[in-house]
């Protein structure tokens, strides 16, 4: 049953349970900025913004199977901002008409002392890489276009290298669960990027 | 009869401003023959000509347009023929005619074609009359059957044309980057300093699954490398670098690692 739209459920006090719907995609270096252009006409009209951004991604590993996993992110290139920190949730195992790939997702802003607290509590930094991109909006839709940087040696972010020659191509939008309109109208927004990006839902439990 | 007089009206405002921006598209494309033709590209003339022939079209939409009455029932009749400039015709013509005289009436009036086209129209006319209907309709349908062939070759060529181009030169995204850039963000496939990159794919798939157990400090702890001794390094401070654009592909080992090397602080 689908629930009802945001604006008309009861405020019960606690947190909604927010679902993160998401469909990934590349782009080629050298078809970026067609790309760009593209998206600057169909988003919305604001100053085009960039990131850089260093995210790492932390285990905590216990009896069971599979560690818990939280992201932790932060920015290179702005100061003041808060760290980011990131939960997500396995992807449901949805029927084959939602559009989107759909998890789980909590995120909390935190004081810049997250990582000595992510040890403290037992997580283990698992991997990290820098993420340097574009983001775009258009309405609640949140478009991100960024490229992927190795760090060499852990702990510097100064020396790293891209992962591939592609950018990737993430188009995802934070809501409450239940809303199965938000995967048709991200799908309708994919179907203008074709074909020079092929937004689609990827499983990465495939990938493994 | 007063409506048709209005109807007339509005039928001629019309026909002047049609006539003007024709003109108008004359005038810019004779500047541009005249004054730029040593840039001229043949896209840029066949632009001019589709303009042109876009305004006539709407002419004689204009002229055929039910609200149009019969002008060929109205006639023009001149009133006054005087040899003097005429300052009024010289305004609305932007000079080009000054006078409104026996000389010009003729020529601007003239509703006859000219004798050589009247000629040709006349043996058309005749031609035309001596086929007889069936033969008539035999040879416009076949004329029909023609036209669209060629029209839907046209459209096919172009169509494959176009297809085949955007498949060849326009490869805007690689489907094996996607994967690798999804691995990557998902899980850290390819990404983490601890896991030796691309080139050591073939020594990864010899050796088993629980190699030597570095059990970093306080800081990092480490899972289990199954490279070469030399790679079991906390560092890898360029030794092992992946060309650029060859994501590594990582042994799906590192579950049973994680378990024989778990070491959680507070297990008892």
Known sequence: ME???????????????????????????????SLLHRLRGLCDNMEPETFLDHEMVFLLKGQQASPFVLRARRSMDKTGMPWHLR???????GDKNRHALVRNCVDIATSDNLTDFLVEMGF?????FVAKGHVFRKGIMKIVVYKIFRILMPGNTESI????????????VVAPA??????????????????????????????? | ??????????????????????????????????????????????????????????LNKVLKHEKTPLLRNQVIIPLVLSPDRDEEIMRQTEGRVPVFSHEVVPDH?????????????????????????????????SLNKMCSNLLEKISKEERESESGGLRQNKQTFNPADTNALVAAVA???????????????????????????????????????????????????????????????????IKTNIKSASMHPYQR
């Open chain 1, 3 to 33: 629930a009802p739209p945001v604006t008309m459920m009861p405020v019960t006090g606690g947190t909604i349970n927010m679902m993160e719907y998401l469909l990934q995609g590349s782009v080629l270096d050298q078809s970026l900025e």
């Open chain 1, 87 to 93: 939960y997500l949730g396995q992807p449901e195992i």
């Open chain 1, 124 to 128: 283990r930094m698992d991997h990290e």
């Open chain 1, 161 to 172: 290298e891209p992962l591939s020659l592609s950018y990737l191509v993430e188009l995802n």
């Open chain 1, 178 to 208: 239940g809303q199965d309109v938000v995967s048709d109208d991200m799908r309708n927004f994919a179907e203008q990027l074709k074909p020079l990006v092929h937004l689609e839902k990827i499983d990465p439990k495939r990938l493994m």
């Open chain 2, 1 to 58: 009869m007063q409506r048709e007089e209005k109807q007339l009206e509005l039928t001629l405002e019309a026909l002047i401003s049609q006539v003007a921006d024709l003109k108008n598209s004359l005038v810019s494309f004779i500047y541009k023959l005249e004054n730029e033709y040593d840039r001229l590209t043949w896209p840029s003339v066949l632009d001019s000509f589709a303009l042109l022939s876009g305004q006539l079209n709407t």
């Open chain 2, 109 to 141: 009036l003239r509703t006859k074609p000219d004798p050589e086209v009247e000629e040709q129209e006349k043996q058309l006319i005749t031609d035309a009359a001596r086929i007889s209907p069936d033969a008539a309709q035999k040879q416009i349908q």
């Open chain 2, 187 to 253: 899980f850290g496939k390819g990404l983490s300093n601890r896991r030796p990159p691309g080139s050591g794919a073939s020594v990864q798939s010899g050796q088993p699954g629980a190699g030597a157990i570095i059990a970093g400090a306080s800081g990092i702890q480490q899972v289990p490398m199954t490279g070469a001794p030399a790679q079991q390094q906390p560092m890898l401070a360029g030794v092992q670098m992946t060309p650029a654009g060859q994501p590594g592909k990582m042994p799906s080992g």
